[in-house]
Structures are given as C-alpha cells and as structure tokens.
C-alpha cells in the first residue's frame, strides 16, 4: 500500500467520492455536488493508494473560532488501516483554534472520541433530506 494525501481537489473523481459515500451508508449526492462542496470548503483531504482514490474528509470554517467536519468518509476494504485518522489529523491541525463539530456515523463514535472529540447533550438541525436522515438515526 502506497498512501499519498493531497488536498488537491483539481484531479478528484467526484464519480468515486458518491459511490464511496454510498458504499459507507452516508448521505451522497451527484458527482457535481460533491465537487461544489468540496471546492468550496475550508479544508479538503484526500488520500490515495497509487493512483486509487480510498478515503477523504473536508470541514467548513469561519477560520476563527467555528468548523464542521462533513463527509468523513474511508472505502470499506481500506478502514482500519489508519486512513481515516491521518484525514482527521490533517483537518485538525489546519483548525487549530476552531471549535469543531461532526456527525459521527451510527457505531464510530469511538473512532472520533480517540480523536479528542466529546459527545454533545443536545443539537438541532434542518435536514433537506429527512428521510434519507431518519434512515441513519439522527432523526425520529
């Protein structure tokens, strides 16, 4: 395994982030979107094995004291191997001094504790897709 990070959105196949995004359970979009989102974000980082695109993860930022973690995302077959922690790594340390905030996957709550982050007592939120959300139980 030869693992190269970037956050170089310029070469990305919005087509693999989708499917990735899929393949994980999480809420996913047309290709196109996740490029605006991405392009558009603080920080974006991807990580490759040679030339195969295995994980990414970008954050939005005020870049003063707010951010929010979004499409944390690791392809099945590469979890595990210390991928998903080297994404958050490199987030983190380009938001030192920010508040951070992320919707953690039913089950990787842990993966993200031993990343320093805490559980929230309470939080709201306006989902555009709500059912897709009731379906990963963030909503009733």
Known sequence: MKLHVTVDCSTVDWSIVSRTLQRVGMAYY??????????????????????????????????????????????????????GSAIMKHILQRLPHCNVILYAAVGKE????????????????LFKKADEMRKRDFTD
């Open 30 to 83: 047309e290709p196109d979107v996740h490029r605006k989102a991405f392009e558009n974000s603080h920080t974006s980082v991807f990580v490759y094995d040679g030339g195969q695109l295995v994980g990414f993860g970008r954050a939005i930022s005020d870049d003063a004291y707010q951010a929010a973690v979004y499409d944390m995302a690791v392809a099945p077959e590469y979890q595990r191997q210390g991928i």
């Open 110 to 125: 842990q993966f993200y504790e031993r990343m320093g982050l805490r559980r929230m007592k309470t939080g709201m939120a």
